[in-house]
């Protein structure tokens, strides 16, 4: 049991903050009664708060329409928590995390000098006995991993791998997504057509520019692979992933999984 009393704080300052992050979050300049009634206080105490965001910056008011909208040093102080993040640091944990939950393997995967390269490896207490690991390069058409980098990747990023590829890697797997199917879902799926008997699902992960930054794979045995679209595999590796996006700043849209 917990005996600790919880540590004071400033209460002015947290319902500051719950007005300002109101704002961030509407992703629109806001009237100042709208601002109030979802905070839950008067205009007047509103205002006085909003004031003082005016004052240090991290609130902007238009001149014209009086709106509200975050300010100059609010997005400085965004750039600044955007640049102390490490992506893979983040995404590693959330490989132990899919890995624990799902007992499949769990993939990281970064774009390196010869494709979809494997960075980190989760693997659960059954682990899978494939010839993949750390420093392995997934196909781009043969795999669920390699068909997200062919989804989200700059296509001038893709042209010089492509064309040196397709010997090495053969052509796409019968039946595998298009990129555009791909686009459509957010997600991959292979079911054995790059490692004989293994199944996967892979989902992107964007920056705060909508760049993909990385790819997480959750593989394992055909066999006893949840390959709905709509299954708790697929479900739990999407909402992984989108977290990260979102906490690297990416506004990321919640796509279908029909």
């Not at 520019?209 to 679209?229: E, N």
């Amino acid at each position: 049991m917990n005996n600790k009393a919880p540590k004071a704080g400033v209460q002015s300052v947290e319902n500051g903050l719950d007005l300002m992050l109101i704002v961030a979050h509407h992703r629109r300049p806001m009237k100042i009664t709208d601002i109030a009634e979802q905070a839950g206080i008067a205009p007047s105490k509103a205002h006085r708060y909003l004031v003082s965001f005016l004052r240090t910056g991290f609130l902007a008011q238009d001149p014209e329409t009086g709106l509200y909208g975050m300010g100059p040093v609010a997005l400085e102080f965004s750039l600044s928590c955007l640049a102390t993040i490490e992506p893979i640091s983040l995404a590693t944990r959330a490989a132990e995390q899919l890995c624990h939950a799902l007992g499949h393997t769990v993939a990281v995967s970064v774009w390196g000098s010869f494709g979809p390269t494997v960075v980190r490896w989760e693997q659960p207490e059954r682990p899978v006995m494939v010839n993949v690991g750390l420093g392995s390069v997934f196909p781009l058409d043969r795999s669920a991993t390699g068909r997200v980098f062919a989804a989200f990747l700059p296509a001038e990023q893709l042209k010089a791998h492509v064309a040196s590829s397709r010997a090495a890697n053969g052509p796409p797997a019968e039946g595998a997504e298009t990129a555009e199917q791909v686009r459509e879902r957010g997600m991959a799926r292979a079911m054995g057509d790059f490692m004989d008997g293994m199944s996967a699902f892979a989902a992107p992960v964007f920056d705060d520019r909508g760049r993909l930054v990385l790819a997480i794979t959750v593989l394992g045995y055909k066999s006893g692979f949840d390959h709905r679209w709509s299954g708790p595999v697929a479900g739990a590796l999407r909402e992984a992933a989108q977290t990260l996006s979102r906490t690297l700043g990416h506004q990321h849209e919640r796509l279908a999984l029909a």
